[in-house]
């Protein structure tokens, strides 16, 4: 009788003790997969942040760069270089690392057009796709996804802003603002907005900024990083195309 006893309080014992450590076991499980799905979107979205940021605020930094030094604008590529590729080597920084070196690219190509060539609008394509060879090789050999597709989508968006450019007829404007000094481009931009105001100019501004957007939600829909830097790119032209319209309105 009391062996019965001491045994059914041994054996009621250790089966609390092992629904204590499954459920312990499982809390931790559940614990780990939380952190996990976290850390992924939070990642996610600092990929995103980081390369809408990349497109949007470097631009206010060299555009007055490329028109004293562009020299040094120039040389400044393989400083972003150099870091992108030092940031490539650890584990821990290697998603920066990639970034950086996309963003070298679009940055050697800013150096470059507006430095010296900013006069001819014609070139400025050209000129922007001068990474792209080496984008799309990368993208083929499953390399430097999130560098290359951040590429790709700045391209993309200058792409669509000078399609509106040649479509609203603001080219012959931009050739004469790049001609004259800052100080004489007031009428022109005045004119420039004018144009802009016309029917014509706003649903054209509908239609950019509706393809940019469904291009960046679209891509910014899908879970890999790579294409979290490819939507900020995007999505970023919008936010640098309406600070330049404004500041143009108000010149």
């Not at 992108?84 to 998603?95: D, M, Q, S, V, Y």
């Not at 800052?182 to 706003?202: E, F």
């Not at 291009?215 to 309406?242: E, N, P, Y």
């Amino acid at each position: 009788m009391l062996n019965n006893i001491f045994f059914s309080a041994a054996a009621s014992g250790l089966l609390c003790q092992s629904e204590q450590f499954f459920l312990s076991h499982e809390n931790r499980i559940i614990v780990n997969y939380l952190k996990a799905v976290w850390y992924a979107k939070r990642q996610a979205w600092l990929v995103f942040a980081a390369a809408s940021f990349l497109v949007s605020v470097p631009v206010f930094v060299q555009a007055p760069l490329v028109r004293q030094l562009p020299l040094l604008s120039l040389v400044m590529t393989f400083a972003w270089l150099w870091w992108g590729l030092t940031l490539l080597k650890e584990p821990a920084t290697r998603i920066w690392g990639d970034l950086l070196l996309g963003f070298s690219w679009s940055w050697l190509a800013g150096s470059i057009y507006w430095g010296w060539l900013r006069w001819e609008p014609l070139v400025h394509l050209p000129v922007e796709a001068i990474g792209l060879p080496f984008a799309v090789w990368g993208l083929w050999c499953g390399w430097g996804k999130i560098g290359n597709l951040f590429y790709l989508g700045s391209f993309v968006g200058t792409v669509v802003t000078d399609v509106y450019f040649y479509l609203t007829d603001l080219i012959p404007y931009w050739r004469q603002v790049m001609q004259v000094d800052s100080a004489l481009a007031k009428p022109i931009l005045q004119s420039a907005i004018a144009q802009v105001k016309t029917p014509w100019g706003i649903n054209c501004s509908i239609v950019l900024i509706v393809t940019l957007l469904v291009i960046g939600l679209w891509s910014l829909g899908k879970k890999q990083l790579h294409w979290k830097a490819f939507s900020g790119a995007v999505l970023s032209t919008i936010l640098v195309d309406t600070i330049f319209w404004i500041a143009a309105s108000l010149a």
